[in-house]
């Protein structure tokens, strides 16, 4: 029995990238969304320093916080810090929730009650999208397979550009989804405009 797509939770991912070419596939992403059926795609986000930190009424601040690192000290105690460069894109999708990737670059080390941390060491996004809602009527449900299937698409493609990509995918597509026609499309446009610079 197929689960109720109305009361899924949402998509969890995350994407390491041990690369120079972390500009470059910022903006491969960016341009492969612009292909997909996001309601609308935010211009390439380059951040660095202190812009990484949420200011008062900041209209990144979903960005932003979803591209922090996390620390876990002990079972009671979490620690996030901001990065130093954080380079990717927003987007809506067609639920009309946000979808955000931002591939972060963090300080080699934290201080913490006296101590120091290491941190992340490559460049690294972590975020979860809700790709399914609460809503029951069949044109929401449309949206929000359309929105996952968008989300997969891309995390496709950056698995495919060589970063190494993780998904908690409730539904179960994730696994299924390599290799299947409208993903294979969507990775062989984004290689053309790799090729093409653009």
């Known amino acids: 029995m197929k689960p109720d797509l109305s009361k899924m939770p949402p998509v969890h991912?995350?994407?390491?990238?041990?690369?120079?070419?972390?500009?470059?596939?910022a903006r491969i992403l960016r341009d492969a969304a612009c292909e997909q059926?996001?309601?609308s795609?935010?211009?390439?986000?380059?951040?660095?320093?202190?812009?990484?930190?949420?200011?008062?009424?900041?209209?990144l601040k979903t960005f932003k916080?979803?591209?922090?690192?996390?620390?876990?000290?002990?079972?009671?105690?979490?620690?996030?810090?901001?990065?130093?460069?954080?380079?990717?894109?927003?987007?809506?999708?067609?639920?009309?929730?946000?979808?955000?990737?931002?591939?972060?670059?963090?300080?080699?080390?934290?201080?913490?009650?006296?101590?120091?941390f290491k941190t992340i060491?490559?460049?690294?996004?972590?975020?979860?999208?809700?790709?399914?809602?609460?809503?029951?009527?069949?044109?929401?449900?449309?949206q929000c397979i359309e929105s996952h299937r968008s989300v997969l698409r891309i995390?496709?493609?950056?698995?495919?550009?060589?970063c190494e990509v993780v998904v908690q995918d409730p539904y179960g597509q994730w696994k299924h989804s390599a290799g299947q026609g409208a993903i294979g499309k969507a990775i062989d446009s984004a290689k053309r405009l790799a090729a093409c610079g653009h």
């Not at 380059?46 to 209209?59: H, I, Q, R, S, T």
């Not at 990065?83 to 990737?101: H, K, S, V």
Request: with cysteine.
């Open 13 to 25: 991912f995350t994407v390491r990238v041990a690369s120079a070419r972390v500009s470059e596939i």
């Open 155 to 162: 995390l496709r493609i950056a698995e495919d550009l060589g």
């Open 121 to 142: 060491p490559e460049w690294f996004a972590q975020s979860m999208t809700f790709a399914h809602t609460v809503k029951l009527d069949q044109e929401n449900r449309m």
């Open 41 to 59: 795609v935010s211009e390439a986000i380059a951040l660095y320093g202190e812009e990484c930190a949420v200011v008062e009424n900041d209209p």
């Open 65 to 116: 916080v979803r591209a922090r690192g996390f620390l876990i000290i002990s079972p009671k105690q979490v620690v996030t810090y901001c990065p130093d460069t954080i380079e990717g894109f927003e987007a809506t999708m067609p639920n009309g929730n946000q979808f955000c990737l931002g591939l972060a670059r963090f300080p080699s080390s934290i201080e913490v009650d006296g101590k120091r």
């Open 37 to 39: 059926s996001f309601r």
